[in-house]
């Protein structure tokens, strides 16, 4: 059975961005601090980092992300809006993107197609399973579109990034999922962000 699978970059606090969170400002204000290690894992000091990263992106054979993470602003679509990535997204894969207003499918350079879902997150989900087949399905955020996966007892397995700063307020992970056990697999701790992993019990 297809795993899914899930992994947010978090303040000590919890939170997966800052405040205020716009076109010009996607992680909103500070959350940039919460992504910058995936930036270095070439450093010195930084093969955990490197290795937990590889891992994460190995076997994935699709992606789900809410609207805000693929971005252009709310509303009907501007459709020369084709993400934050450029011509050629990190993704290779097909990508499920939730939202209201319908798109037609968006292909990119290097595999990536994103695929506008506009009737709930399980559809995503049926849509997303079927285009991965026997590899895994990987939600990719943002935290509001991960926590309406963990609500519907849905994530297989959730792995956090704990960044070692606070945030104070902006987009919490677990906000309004209930109750929850996760069972503890991996920590692999560097200097300058602590990697959780968890299996969701059911």
Not at 44 to 62: C, I, K, T, W, Y
Not at 115 to 131: H, M, P, Y
């Amino acid at each position: 059975m297809t795993i899914v699978t899930s992994r947010l970059s978090v303040s000590v606090d919890g939170f997966a961005a800052g405040p205020n969170q716009s076109v010009e400002d996607p992680f909103g204000e500070g959350g940039m601090a919460l992504s910058n290690w995936m930036l270095e894992t070439d450093q010195p000091g930084r093969a955990a980092d490197a290795a937990v990263l590889q891992e994460a992106n190995d076997g994935v054979g699709s992606h789900i992300m809410g609207r805000k993470m693929f971005g252009g602003g709310d509303g009907p679509w501007d459709e020369t809006w084709t993400g934050w990535w450029g011509e050629e997204p990190p993704y290779h894969a097909p990508v499920f993107v939730l939202t209201r207003h319908p798109r037609d499918p968006l292909p990119m350079k290097g595999g990536t197609t994103f695929n506008f879902v506009t009737d709930g997150i399980e559809s995503a989900l049926d849509q997303a399973r079927k285009a991965a087949g026997d590899k895994k399905v990987a939600i990719a955020g943002g935290a509001g579109t991960v926590n309406q996966y963990l609500a519907a007892g849905l994530l297989d397995e959730f792995c956090l990034h704990v960044v070692p700063i606070t945030l104070g307020v902006g987009e919490r992970v677990f906000e309004g999922v209930g109750a929850l056990t996760l069972e503890p697999v991996r920590v692999v701790a560097s200097p300058t962000v602590t990697h959780l992993k968890y299996r969701i019990v059911r």
